[in-house]
């Protein structure tokens, strides 16, 4: 697989504090690549230096064989598109004048939108079950509506790389798993490139064809979900007891979580 974005020696971090501690590896075109770690390890960090919102101390990201930093960011916004953590917009801005935002980078200055523009838009919304929010206030959604809103803006950017953190978290079940396939269907169909943030271990297991595991700021580990997803490498990492089995469906490393109280009480 040809690579699409080259993450070579990254170190990167806010003011004094240095977060990631020389980051190497690739991303190859069409993979769906999981980041994993604990709460503060850098997973955010990572994802706001591949989409150019945080600036690198030092080292080389490569997109598509150039240097990020040179690209013009019109160039870069039709090609990266990236769902943030914190989704919480403080304007009143409606659904509809959000995700048609995703087609700035596509439109010249002071062109308006097309047709073409309008139908890219409301497919993404629909894609997201999110078409009967078009006329609501972006303030005032749940932050799980939120979510699927900004996963939509993302969509109408077309991008070929698809950089999401966390886009979950907000969602029930039903809503997880909605969004979950619809990035794998358009992995598979569109050769969507997808790197995401999961927090479930199992979500990341079940979807993701490779993980990167983070830990204060260093890569731990990095493989396919069995090789990643250990109950050693767990263990070690999060400092809590667990039961690693398979999925009896999918066959994917299935994590149980252990209280440990009741170890406690086994022993
Ligand atoms: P994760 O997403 O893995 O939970 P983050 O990348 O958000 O971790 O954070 C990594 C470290 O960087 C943490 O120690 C956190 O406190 C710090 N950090 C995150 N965002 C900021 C910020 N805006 N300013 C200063 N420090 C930050
Ligand atoms: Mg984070």
Same mark, same amino acid.
């Given at each position: 697989?040809?690579? $699409?974005?080259?993450?070579?020696?990254?170190?990167?971090?806010?003011?004094?504090?240095?977060?990631?501690?020389?980051?190497?590896?690739?991303?190859?075109?069409?993979?769906?690549?999981?980041?994993? #770690?604990?709460?503060?390890?850098? %997973?955010?960090?990572?994802?706001? !230096?591949?989409?150019?919102?945080?600036?690198?101390?030092?080292?080389?990201?490569?997109?598509? #064989? %150039?240097?990020?930093?040179? !690209?013009?960011?019109?160039?870069?916004?039709?090609?990266?598109?990236?769902?943030?953590?914190?989704?919480?917009?403080?304007?009143?801005?409606?659904?509809?004048?959000?995700?048609?935002?995703?087609?700035?980078?596509?439109?010249?200055?002071?062109? !308006?939108?097309?047709?073409?523009?309008?139908?890219?838009?409301?497919?993404?919304?629909?894609?997201?079950?999110? !078409?009967?929010?078009?006329?609501? %206030?972006?303030?005032?959604?749940?932050?799980?509506?939120?979510?699927?809103?900004?996963?939509?803006?993302?969509?109408?950017?077309?991008? @070929?790389?698809?950089? $999401?953190?966390?886009?979950?978290?907000?969602?029930?079940? #039903?809503?997880?798993?909605?969004?979950?396939?619809?990035?794998?269907?358009?992995?598979?169909?569109?050769?969507?490139?997808?790197? @995401?943030? $999961?927090?479930?271990?199992?979500?990341?297991?079940?979807?993701?064809?490779?993980?990167?595991?983070?830990?204060?700021?260093?890569?731990?580990?990095?493989?396919?979900?069995?090789?990643?997803?250990?109950?050693?490498?767990?263990?070690?990492?999060?400092?809590?007891?667990?039961?690693?089995? %398979?999925?009896?469906?999918?066959?994917?490393?299935?994590?149980?979580?252990?209280?440990?109280?009741?170890?406690?009480?086994?022993?």
């Amino acid at each position: 697989m040809d690579v $699409l974005l080259k993450v070579d020696k990254l170190f990167g971090g806010y003011d004094k504090e240095n977060v990631l501690d020389d980051i190497t590896f690739d991303i190859k075109k069409g993979e769906f690549l999981g980041i994993i #770690g604990p709460n503060g390890s850098g %997973k955010s960090t990572l994802l706001r !230096l591949m989409s150019r919102v945080l600036h690198p101390r030092k080292g080389r990201m490569l997109f598509e #064989g %150039k240097e990020i930093s040179t !690209l013009k960011l019109r160039e870069l916004c039709k090609r990266v598109a990236f769902v943030p953590q914190d989704t919480q917009i403080n304007f009143s801005f409606s659904v509809w004048e959000i995700v048609l935002m995703g087609r700035i980078p596509h439109l010249g200055r002071l062109q !308006l939108e097309t047709k073409k523009d309008f139908t890219i838009a409301e497919n993404s919304l629909s894609l997201t079950t999110s !078409l009967e929010l078009k006329n609501r %206030k972006i303030d005032q959604l749940s932050a799980g509506e939120r979510q699927r809103v900004i996963i939509a803006k993302a969509l109408t950017q077309e991008p @070929i790389l698809l950089l $999401l953190d966390e886009p979950t978290s907000h969602l029930d079940i #039903g809503y997880q798993i909605q969004i979950l396939d619809l990035l794998r269907r358009l992995n598979h169909e569109r050769k969507l490139t997808v790197v @995401i943030v $999961l927090h479930d271990l199992n979500l990341a297991s079940e979807y993701c064809n490779r993980l990167i595991l983070l830990n204060e700021g260093r890569i731990f580990k990095e493989g396919t979900p069995e090789e990643v997803l250990t109950y050693q490498n767990i263990e070690t990492i999060y400092k809590t007891t667990v039961v690693v089995n %398979k999925n009896p469906i999918s066959s994917k490393p299935y994590i149980t979580l252990v209280s440990g109280e009741r170890l406690c009480q086994q022993n």
